[in-house]
């Protein structure tokens, strides 16, 4: 930077002597005559008015330093200070005198300080012979300027450098503490106190950003504990229970049994307490596999109508039971599909039982499916007793259940595992699954699977409708 500034006030400092010369190089040619005297002789002569004080110091300004010789190189005139600079050599001043163009040249006098030199000719007043003159001016002050300016530089680089460094520290450190913080915050993020956040400065720049990030990475962390901790809360809730009944039983029957008989009878109940629970740890199991990708789907090539037909056919005894109507309704796909059989049959058996344990009797359970574009669609719907509208978004959480009228628990011993599995097949056919319930009028669960293939219906297209017995 300096140095383009010492190169730039160099330049600059030369063209205003170049500016300056040709000036005096103007007045010059304005007050100098060669006259002829006879002879081949010509005498220089100067027509200022010393009177004058402007022409005056004109002239002290061009005759500082002047050199004027004849064609032949000879000296006529020269001022004072000339003489330090060594006359100019003839060669060099019939070289000038055959251009027309000015020459400029930089010497050094005897003390070694810088001139810069301007040259040409002048014509002689009969205008027959071209006289060489060469005028100068001194570059002292310029050197002069330029050297100090370089040792100020000098000076000043050090002293820059340090003020740099100084400045350069600070705001490096200015800009580093937030980091610093959002460091210091992290290491007091643990386990136990996920909810701490790292607080905004406000300022909108990439560090907010940084911030906001980390924080939402927080929250998200903290959303995954909490749901973490409440599964093995829950768990070891839905283990305890049974465990806890079957020991009762197990120790009532000791202390009371009085014959073999009594004996079986409770064997037989912790049986099916136990039943109860090995079905809970298998479901868990399964769910926890599914759920870290370590169940994979056997897909194959599937007609779906058929498949849920005859699924749903299995479900008319249960349903004749429970004195509900269930009803098929299968448009037949053209499009292609790749299902996983048993999963697909274990994601209606969950809707299917649910649907028959909340419907009361009377009701109608109604399973439908078609394509909609690149998509089949299962609906079941049930006339059953509905969800309210602050349970649905918890209903595929696992071990969720609706509590009941007075805030009980369910009557009905379910797992509250059921839909975290339909939730999951779903998902892992590409599909969704949605739910809409009205409390007292019923539930519909509408699930959409991916297709592959083009999808052509045409009207004639069979539509198969099954009806169980009330
Ligand atoms: P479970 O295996 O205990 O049935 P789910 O995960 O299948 O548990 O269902 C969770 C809760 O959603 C149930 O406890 C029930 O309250 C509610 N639910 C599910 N299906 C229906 C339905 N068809 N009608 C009304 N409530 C339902």
Known sequence: MSLLFRQNLASNLDSQARDDLEQNWAILRGYL????????????????????????????????????????????????????????????????????????????????????????????????????VAIGQSQAES??????FNLLCLALIPFG?????????????RALKP?????????????????????AHGTGDELDYLIETFNQMIQRLEVSFNQARQFSTDVSHE????????????????MTARNE????????????????????????LLLSQAETGQVVLQKHKLDLVEMLETHVDQFQIPAEGADVYLRFQGLSPVCEGEFDQIQLERMMSNLLTNAIKFTPP????????????DTAQIVVGDTGRGIPAKH??????????????????????GLGLGLSFVAWIARAHGGTIDVLSQPGKGTTFTIRLPLNGECAMSAEDAVTTRSGPA
């Not at 008989?261 to 868990?284: H, K």
């Open 33 to 132: 005559r060669l006259n002829h005297e006879g002879d081949n002789v010509y005498k220089p002569n100067w027509f200022f008015d010393l009177e004058d004080p402007e022409e005056a110091a004109a002239s002290a300004r061009v005759k500082k330093a002047y050199f004027i010789a004849d064609p032949n190189g000879k000296p006529i005139e020269a001022a004072k200070a000339w003489e330090t600079l060594g006359n100019d050599s003839p060669a060099d001043i019939k070289k000038v005198l055959k251009s027309n163009q000015a020459q400029w040249r930089q010497v050094k006098n005897s003390a070694g300080v810088p001139y810069l030199i301007r040259s040409s000719y002048v014509m002689s007043e009969d205008n027959k012979v071209r006289f060489y």
């Open 392 to 413: 649905l978004p918890h209903i595929f959480d696992r071990f969720y259940r609706v509590p009941g009228e007075k805030g009980q628990a369910t009557p009905e011993k």
């Open 239 to 254: 283990l305890r229970t049974p465990i806890t009944v079957v020991r009762g039983q197990l120790e009532v029957a000791l």
């Open 179 to 199: 980091v610093l913080e959002i460091a210091r915050a992290a290491q007091r993020i643990g386990g136990s106190n996920l909810s701490l956040r790292i607080p």
């Open 143 to 148: 050197e002069d300027l330029v050297s100090r």
């Open 362 to 373: 009377g009701g109608t359970i109604q399973v439908s499916v078609e394509n909609q574009g």
């Open 261 to 284: 008989e009594d004996f079986r009878e409770a064997i037989e109940t912790s049986l099916g307490d136990i039943e109860r629970l090995s079905q809970i740890v298998r479901a868990l």
């Open 161 to 173: 450098m340090l003020t740099g460094f100084g400045t350069g520290w600070i705001f490096a450190g």
